[in-house]
């Protein structure tokens, strides 16, 4: 066992990911429940934790680190996620680092993100609705590209959960909110994850007393 844990912040879909690591993983560890836009990232404690003042962050004792896929990395070593043999060759690895890549960036930071900051949340990032226009048709043009590669009831990266899923379901998670649509065989895959107890607990720790929709039937 490590250090204990603490996971500061709430409420979004990027603390999310962490705590459904952390569930997956069985670990325990201590929440600070603060959310974002409320004032909570500014303290003056968070920000010498986080200069950044984004949530999540997590301590583990002398480690500080932000980055939500950084965190899931780090807490996949920490944990028992088995890899298979396909995961630890040359080709399962250079496959995992196209899929980070993807989903990251092409999916989140120029699809997803850049919807959220001009439809949702304009008053702090402006109004720009040709830029959430074509957000939403090259999010659709991304997802489609790799619909071959994804199986309803599958990992997307060989045979066995990871971090990847994490960030995919959550994509898709965030597409739905956003109105982005979600074509097979994703929405199934999305489904099969939504079945994991650690899914669904994470989603309660994350969202518990937030009116915040993350899914349509939610
Ligand atoms: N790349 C970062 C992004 C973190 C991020 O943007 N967090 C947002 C919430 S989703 C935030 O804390 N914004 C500051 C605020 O709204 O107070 C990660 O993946 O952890």
């Keep these: 066992m490590t250090n204990s844990l603490i996971v500061w912040g709430v409420g979004t879909t990027r603390t999310l990911r962490v705590h459904w690591m ?4 069985g670990i325990e560890y201590e929440t600070k429940r603060i959310e974002s836009r409320t004032g909570d990232t500014l303290s003056e404690e968070y920000t010498r934790i986080n200069p950044k003042q984004k949530i999540p962050t997590l301590v583990d004792g002398d480690l500080v680190l932000s980055e939500s896929f950084a965190i899931l990395r780090h807490l996949r070593r920490l944990g ?3 890899y298979d043999d ?9 496959a995992y680092d196209e899929w980070v890549s993807f989903i990251l960036m092409e999916l989140d930071a120029t699809s997803l993100y850049v919807i959220r900051r001009h ?3 304009p008053d702090i990032y402006g109004e720009a609705p040709a830029a959430v226009t074509s957000s939403l048709a090259y999010f ?11 199986a309803a009831d599958k990992p997307i990266w060989g045979s066995t ?5 994490i960030l995919m379901t959550i994509a898709l998670d965030w597409a739905d909110v956003v109105g ?6 994703a929405k199934t895959y999305q489904a099969t994850m939504h079945h994991r107890p650690a899914y669904q607990a994470a989603m309660k720790h994350n ?12």
Excluded: N
């Excluded at 396909?86 to 250079?94: D, V």
């Excluded at 982005?180 to 065989?185: S, Y």
């Design 80 to 82: 028992e996620l088995p």
């Design 22 to 25: 952390l569930h997956e993983l």
């Design 180 to 185: 982005a649509g979600v074509p097979e065989p």
């Design 119 to 121: 439809k949702d949340l």
């Design 140 to 150: 659709d043009k991304m997802l489609r590209s790799v619909l071959p590669k994804l």
């Design 161 to 165: 959960f990871s971090e990847l899923d």
């Design 207 to 218: 969202f518990r007393d937030l009116q915040i929709q993350t899914r349509p039937d939610q």
């Design 86 to 94: 396909y995961q630890q060759s040359a080709a399962g690895l250079a």
